[in-house]
């Protein structure tokens, strides 16, 4: 099968190639699907770059967790009705080697869940670690009727689904932004307001926002960078949900979380327990099925052009998710 694959970390045009790999057959328990679509996150560049693990490759990798398709072989103990299904992928390239960015993926069942009539291809490939991402920070962040939550970078990928789930609890919404296009973007999604991070001063529009109290919680995709702004934000017995760092070590008001009883949450969307899993997975099929989702595929760029990908989900200038579309 064609496939984008590296055999070694480094830069996206030094080491990932276009060839031919091995076509998998699915094991027991396994089902095998022809990709339409892989979708590219941070994490997928991260690793790649050696950013996050330096660790030697044991095999060539084929990146990328995200992805969907139509499942065309099962393997034993897996239904034959299942065969024809249209599905979309999670954990697709979570420790394992053979990722989405390729014509064919085997993987357990459990990891390919249909895809309902009106969801398209790409949509589907922005699903496994954007929307189950924001559906677990809502989750943790415990947001009800009248919950004010700030959600920093308001036009990334995750924050888009976090901004319209956090609406469906009922709560408000304010967000940060570096750019009034961003600040659109959020607002499209639902955001009651945004912050210029850069040019405002948060702790200010946040007193405005929540006439003094601070907000019920924070739901963060940078932490080494805004946990020295959680003071002037958010109430006594608040939750900080930390879904992104880009530095490995922050510095955090330590006293000040303790004396104000605030909780940190930090979690990885490829861990998550079987039953935050679950909670998602049905969660994400009623908002799916229910047609309101809103989904932002910024870029659909042919399989051949996965570097250029890359670079463009690394460079941060996208907004929304890059998708390849594998013909
Ligand atoms: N823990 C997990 O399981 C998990 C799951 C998904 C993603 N992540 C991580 O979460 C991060 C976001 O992922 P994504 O796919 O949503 O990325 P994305 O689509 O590239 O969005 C990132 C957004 O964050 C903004 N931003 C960056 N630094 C900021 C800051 N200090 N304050 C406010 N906004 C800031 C960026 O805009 P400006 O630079 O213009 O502000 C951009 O709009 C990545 O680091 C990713 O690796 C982790």
């Known amino acids: 099968?064609?496939?984008?694959?590296?055999?070694?970390?480094?830069?996206?045009?030094?080491?990932?190639?276009?060839?031919?790999?091995?076509?998998?057959?699915?094991?027991?328990?396994?089902?095998?699907?022809?990709?339409?679509?892989?979708?590219?996150?941070?994490?997928?560049?991260?690793?790649?770059?050696?950013?996050?693990?330096?660790?030697?490759?044991?095999?060539?990798?084929?990146?990328?967790?995200?992805?969907a398709g139509v499942i065309d072989a099962v393997g034993d103990g897996v239904p034959a009705s299942r065969l024809g299904e249209r599905v979309w992928i999670w954990n697709g390239q979570w420790q394992r080697a053979n990722g989405t960015a390729a014509e064919y993926i085997a993987l357990p069942s459990v990891q390919?869940?249909?895809?309902?009539?009106?969801?398209?291809?790409?949509?589907?490939?922005?699903?496994?670690?954007?929307?189950?991402?924001?559906?677990?920070?809502?989750?943790?962040?415990?947001?009800?009727?009248?919950?004010?939550?700030?959600?920093?970078?308001?036009?990334?990928?995750?924050?888009?689904?976090?901004?319209?789930?956090?609406?469906?609890?009922?709560?408000r919404v304010i967000v940060t932004v570096s750019s009034s296009d961003k600040a659109e973007h959020a607002r499209a999604a639902g955001a009651h307001a945004t912050v210029n991070y850069r040019t405002e001063v948060?702790?200010?529009?946040?007193?405005?926002?929540?006439?003094?109290?601070?907000?019920?919680?924070?739901?963060?995709?940078?932490?080494?960078?805004?946990?020295?702004?959680?003071?002037?934000?958010?109430?006594?017995?608040?939750r900080v949900v930390v879904y992104g760092t880009n530095d490995a070590e922050a510095t955090v008001p330590a006293l000040w979380l303790m004396r104000n009883s605030v909780s940190v949450l930090p979690f990885l969307v490829y861990e998550l327990e079987p039953e935050d899993r679950r909670a998602g997975l049905v969660e994400l099929s009623d908002l799916l099925t229910s047609g309101t989702l809103l989904h932002a595929?910024?870029?659909?760029?042919?399989?051949?052009?996965?570097?250029?990908?890359?670079?463009l989900v690394e460079s941060g200038r996208v907004v929304g998710n890059v998708v390849l579309s594998i013909g």
């Open 112 to 171: 390919a869940i249909p895809l309902p009539v009106g969801v398209s291809f790409e949509e589907g490939a922005c699903l496994g670690i954007p929307a189950l991402t924001a559906l677990q920070a809502v989750r943790l962040a415990r947001l009800g009727e009248s919950s004010a939550v700030l959600i920093h970078g308001g036009a990334g990928a995750v924050a888009h689904y976090a901004i319209q789930v956090a609406r469906r609890r009922g709560a």
């Open 1 to 67: 099968m064609r496939a984008a694959y590296y055999d070694r970390r480094g830069e996206a045009r030094d080491v990932l190639r276009i060839g031919e790999r091995p076509t998998p057959t699915p094991g027991p328990g396994e089902v095998r699907v022809r990709l339409a679509t892989s979708g590219v996150n941070p994490s997928d560049w991260k690793s790649r770059s050696g950013l996050t693990t330096s660790a030697p490759l044991a095999e060539p990798v084929i990146p990328h967790s995200d992805g």
């Open 202 to 238: 948060l702790g200010e529009r946040i007193r405005e926002f929540t006439s003094g109290r601070g907000v019920d919680a924070v739901i963060d995709l940078n932490f080494s960078a805004n946990a020295a702004s959680l003071p002037a934000v958010i109430r006594p017995h608040g």
């Open 297 to 311: 595929v910024a870029k659909v760029l042919p399989l051949e052009d996965v570097a250029a990908a890359h670079e």
